[in-house]
C-alpha cells in the first residue's frame, strides 16, 4: 500500500510512475488526498472537543468543591453535548479512514526509476543471456510426451482424484521432485537463508498485508465457510511472521526460504504454453523472503538475482534474465527481474523465477517496522523470489537432457536423486 506522506509530498512523481504501468492514477490520488484533507479537519474538530471536554470536567470538580452545584449542573449539561459530538466525529473519522485505506488497497505499487514503460511481456527488457543451448538427438520430443514414456508424472490420475492440473509425481518423478526439494533448500541454507515450514493456509488479514487480497484476478483457492486460502507462495505466510512488529536494528537483514506447495486458479486457456508442466493448480517451489533497511534493498535485489541464477548454472540450463516493464509487474512489486530457461524441445523460453523489490508497499500494510540509530520509527523494505518453481524447471530438464538412450539428470541432482538418468 503506498504511503499516504508519500503521496501528499510526491503526488506527480507516483502519477508519473504510475503511467509506466499504464495507469492515469491522477483522479483517484487527488480523491484520496482530498479525503485525507477532510479526515484530518475532523481529527482537529476532535481533538478540540475532547481537549475542551476535559477541561470543562476538571471544572465541574473544583466546581462542587466549592459547593457551586447549580454552576456545575450547566456545564455537566455542556459536556453531555460534547460527548455527542465527540461521538459523530470520531464515527466521521473512521469512516474516512476506512475509505482512504479501502481506495490505496486498489492502487498498486509505484515502478522504481528503472523500470521501463510498457504494457505486457513483449516490452520487457533482456538484459543478459547464459549458457549454451542444446543440440537435441532428431527424436526429441516435449516433456508431456517425455512423462507418458517414463510414467513419472500422471495427468489422468491427477484429473481422477482432483481435477486438471493437480498431476501425480511417479517413480523416478517423484524422487526428482524431491532431489530439487532438498538442493534448493541446501542451497539457501548455504547462502546465510534460515529455513522455515509455514502453513499452507492463511487468514483474510495476512492475505491483505502481502497484496494478494484483494484478489482482483480470482487467482487464490479460497476455503468455502471460512476466511481462509491457500497459499499462491510461501512468500505470503513468511511474510507475514513479522505482521506488526518492530523490528530490532541489529537483527536486519531478515533472510528466510521455505519450500511449500502453492495454489492457484490460474486462468484457463489452451495452448502449448499451458500444457503438460508449464501451466497447474499445484506445484512445488521454493521461496527466499528478506527484509531490508530501505538502503540496502536494491543491493539485496541484485544478490538474490545472484543466487538464482547460480543454481540454474548448477543445473547446466540455459537462462535469460528479464527487467519487467511496468505493465508486466506484480501488483505489488517496485522492481521484478524474471528469469527464464530455455526449453529446447518446446523451442522457447519458460518463466522459472521472478525476483522482487515491493519496497515499503508491502511493509505498510503489516505495519512493519525498525527503529533508526535516532530511535524513529521507519518503514522496512519487504524482497521475495523463487529459487525455484519446480515445473517448468522439472520440464526443462526433462527436455535439454534427453538421448536415446534415455533423459541424463544434472550431476548436481545426483546425489539427491539417487540415480544419473530416467530410462
Not at 499504464?22 to 483517484?28: C, K, N
Not at 495454489?263 to 508449464?278: I, P, Y
Not at 521472478?354 to 508497499?361: G, I, L, P, Q, R
Request: hydrophobic share 35%.
Amino acid at each position: 500500500m503506498l504511503e499516504l506522506q508519500k503521496l501528499r509530498s510526491y503526488k506527480e512523481d507516483i502519477i508519473n510512475k504510475l503511467k509506466k504501468r499504464g495507469i492515469d492514477a491522477q483522479s483517484s490520488i487527488e480523491g484520496i488526498l482530498a479525503d485525507d484533507e477532510r479526515r484530518r479537519s475532523v481529527q482537529q474538530q476532535l481533538d478540540q472537543t475532547l481537549a475542551e471536554s476535559n477541561n470543562l470536567a476538571k471544572q465541574i470538580g473544583q466546581l462542587m468543591k466549592q459547593g457551586q452545584k447549580e454552576e456545575a449542573e450547566k456545564i455537566k449539561r455542556k459536556t453531555a453535548e460534547l460527548k455527542e459530538s465527540s461521538k459523530r466525529l470520531s464515527e466521521d473519522l473512521a469512516t474516512s479512514q476506512d475509505k482512504i485505506a479501502d481506495a490505496l488497497l486498489n492502487i498498486p505499487n509505484a515502478p522504481h526509476n528503472d523500470v521501463p514503460s510498457g504494457t505486457n511481456e513483449e516490452d520487457n527488457i533482456v538484459l543478459e543471456e547464459f549458457g549454451e543451448i542444446p543440440e537435441l538427438y532428431s527424436k526429441a520430443v516435449p516433456h508431456w510426451e517425455l512423462i507418458s514414456r517414463y510414467d513419472i508424472v500422471d495427468f489422468e490420475l491427477g484429473n481422477k482424484v482432483t481435477g486438471a492440473g493437480f498431476p501425480f509425481y511417479k517413480g523416478k518423478g517423484a524422487r526428482l521432485q524431491r532431489a530439487l526439494l532438498n538442493f534448493f533448500l541446501d542451497e539457501a541454507s548455504e547462502a546465510g537463508y534460515l529455513e522455515v515450514q509455514p502453513p499452507v493456509v492463511i487468514n483474510k488479514d495476512s492475505g491483505q498485508a502481502t497484496g494478494q487480497l484483494p484478489d482482483k484476478e480470482g487467482q487464490m483457492y479460497d476455503l468455502a465457510g471460512t476466511d481462509y486460502f491457500l497459499i499462491p507462495t510461501a512468500e505470503v505466510p513468511i511474510t507475514n511472521m513479522y505482521r506488526g512488529e518492530i523490528i530490532e536494528e541489529k537483527k536486519l537483514p531478515i533472510k528466510n526460504t521455505a519450500y511449500s506447495p502453492c495454489f492457484r486458479r490460474e486462468a484457463g486457456s489452451w495452448g502449448s504454453h499451458v500444457r503438460g508442466l508449464n501451466r497447474l493448480h499445484q506445484f512445488d517451489k521454493v521461496e527466499l523472503v528478506r527484509i531490508e533497511k530501505p538502503e540496502n534493498s536494491y543491493e539485496a535485489l541484485e544478490e538474490m538475482g545472484k543466487h538464482v541464477g547460480s543454481l540454474l548454472e548448477k543445473l547446466e540450463l540455459p537462462y535469460r534474465i528479464l527487467l519487467l516493464c511496468g505493465g508486466d509487474l506484480g501488483f505489488t512489486s517496485a522492481k521484478t527481474y524474471d528469469f527464464e530457461v530455455f526449453s529446447t524441445a518446446q523451442k522457447k523460453w519458460l518463466e522459472v523465477s521472478s525476483v522482487s523489490n515491493f519496497e515499503t508497499y508491502q511493509s505498510n500494510r503489516l505495519k512493519l517496522r525498525y527503529k533508526d540509530s535516532t530511535k524513529k520509527s521507519q518503514l522496512l523494505h519487504t524482497l521475495n523470489g523463487s529459487a525455484l518453481a519446480f515445473p517448468r524447471i522439472l520440464a526443462a530438464i526433462l527436455e535439454n537432457n534427453q538421448t536415446e538412450e534415455g533423459i541424463r539428470i544434472p550431476k548436481v541432482l545426483h546425489k539427491y536423486a539417487g540415480f544419473e538418468m530416467i530410462n
